[in-house]
Nanobody, 116 residues
Framework: QVQLVESGGGLVQPGGSLLLSCAAS????????MGWYRQAPGKERELVAL???????NYGDFVKGRFTISRDNAKNTLYLQLDSLEPEDTAVYFC??????????WGQGTQVTVSS
């Protein structure tokens, strides 16, 4: 079992920045990859960024260089740096991890609201 707890969401003005964090605990040695998804009201959940052990990172097409995913293995923490935020980025951001036993885990989500 893996437990994921996100933090760092909030209200920010257009053009602003936020740093999201996701602390992992439990069977962290079994994690093969971690990532961030988001879901806006009335829309489907979509991939924001994904990092896989030894296989690099992937970003959603809408990111366009504005977001950066990183992982601190010593702290068992995943980060998502959000820059140049736009109102369209308003959503609940979820952390996810998948393991070597094909199990997926999700955090409870953190709200990001971009508004003036």
């Amino acid at each position: 079992q893996v437990q994921l707890v996100e933090s760092g969401g909030g209200l920010v003005q257009p053009g602003g920045s936020l740093l999201l964090s996701c602390a992992a605990s439990g069977s962290v040695s079994a994690i093969l990859g971690m990532g961030w998804y988001r879901q806006a009201p009335g829309k489907e959940r979509e991939l924001v960024a994904l990092t896989t052990n030894g296989r690099g990172t992937n970003y959603g097409d809408f990111v366009k260089g504005r977001f950066t995913i990183s992982r601190d293995n010593a702290k068992n923490t995943l980060y998502l740096q959000l820059d140049s935020l736009e109102p369209e980025d308003t959503a609940v951001y979820f952390c996810t991890a998948y393991t070597d036993s094909d199990e997926d885990y999700w955090g409870q989500g953190t709200q990001v609201t971009v508004s003036s």
